[in-house]
């Protein structure tokens, strides 16, 4: 398995974090446990109707790994890491 960098999460982590604010519920970080992530852009889709953001960082503070995904065309499968 190739190392992408210290600062992401494993494919099935990301896909963790990025279900959870997907679904608007409370995220909890894979490796660490830390409840609070840092979130770019900060607003939800839902408060922005017409606009559509490119991605979706989610970066946790504690250990700092983070996970993006394409608000618009989100396929879990599609991960690089999984391919
Ligand atoms: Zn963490």
Known sequence: MGRRGANEYKAG???QVISCDRNGESVNCPSCGHSQFDRSPKKRLTDTPGEVYRQ???TCRK????????PTNFVPMAEPEFV
């Open 63 to 70: 250990c700092k790994r983070s996970a993006v995904y394409m």
């Open 13 to 15: 982590e990301a896909l």
């Open 56 to 58: 979706v960082r989610l």
